[in-house]
């Protein structure tokens, strides 16, 4: 296939591209770090970043007209930097807009590509203590949940083109390589780890493989529309994920860093990616026959840091 990817040099994006193109797939990144239009290789034949912009129509969007996928996760990092109110347009604008671009180049296409693969987050579901949350579920009414309806509001404007539209409803994404697992390592490595607040919160977590096994299930998965939890079927408390990351890194694990200091520290950031709970099950997923190969936290954190 021909598979357009927005975000594909973050530390989504770039992994599933390199799966994407080791499938014998050609894949086109767009970027906003070239101008327009302008293309080169990225590292592989199979693989080329092209320049798009969020503003009126451009020559990227020659790419769609050509794709039989795209796969949509632009949108700025929600982990770094505090939440001003600046911040907080930034992260919403982005992945609204990026989604918005994309819709107006399948709306232009004279052949639109069969399927859109949309980001979305676990963040939809807002702050839920221990309920337990599928695809059916409601959404919450925080700023990432407002920021998740939007997102996908702009991606279901493809639906009315023909163009089969997954929601990928993304939790914790754990990998050594980047995301929130690294960040959290120093603190365990000085011997400081433990839970964040009450540790009662539920984390809803995914292997980084298992994420781009399920997106590309998802492409492949003619008859799947609409949210899917991306997420691993056995979500844990944060208080269960300190203790089996001290296990795996052979640290201690008990010294906990509390609500008010981490609010104090983050503002509203802290409640929102800290110390909310939402305990996400991969209904439909499941249902349909995805096989997880890390169903379980310590499985997937002891793979990730015995890798060699």
């Not at 001003?84 to 992260?91: E, G, H, M, S, V």
């Not at 990432?144 to 009315?160: F, G, H, N, S, T």
């Amino acid at each position: 296939m021909n598979i357009v990817v927005t975000g594909g040099s973050g530390f989504l994006g770039s992994a599933l591209t390199r799966w994407l193109a080791s499938q014998g797939h050609d894949i086109v990144i767009l970027t906003r770090s070239l101008p327009d239009g302008q293309t080169e290789t990225a590292g592989s034949t199979r693989i080329r970043r092209s320049g798009w912009t969020l503003e009126g129509d451009g020559r990227w969007m020659a790419h769609v007209q050509d794709a039989n996928a795209v796969v949509n996760l632009a949108g700025e990092s929600i982990g770094e930097g505090r939440w001003t109110a600046t911040k907080k347009r930034r992260i919403h604008d982005s992945r609204v807009a990026a989604t918005r671009q994309v819709i107006a180049a399948i709306e232009r296409a004279t052949r639109p590509p069969q399927v859109l693969i949309s980001g979305s987050a676990v963040g939809y579901y807002g702050d839920r203590a221990a309920e337990r949350l599928t695809e059916s579920s409601s959404a919450g009414h925080d700023v990432l949940a407002r920021v998740c309806i939007d997102w996908e509001r702009e991606a279901a404007r493809a639906e009315p083109h023909g163009v089969r539209t997954v929601l990928v409803r993304t939790g914790l994404v754990l990998d050594r390589a980047g995301g929130a697992l690294q960040r959290m390592l120093l603190p365990f490595r000085l011997f400081g780890g433990g839970p964040l607040g009450s540790g009662r919160q539920y984390w809803s977590w995914i292997h980084r493989e298992d994420w781009v096994a399920l997106v590309n299930w998802a492409l492949e998965r003619e008859d799947l529309t609409g949210p899917v939890n991306a997420t691993a079927p056995h979500p844990v408390t944060n208080a269960e994920f300190s203790t089996a990351l001290g296990r795996v890194l052979r640290r201690p694990s008990w010294l906990p860093a509390p609500a008010f200091a981490l609010r104090l520290a983050l503002g509203e950031m802290a409640e929102a990616l800290l110390l909310g709970s939402q305990r996400v099950i991969p209904e439909r997923a499941l249902d349909r026959g995805f096989e997880f190969r890390y169903r379980e936290v310590d499985a997937a954190l002891k793979e990730i840091f015995e890798r060699l």
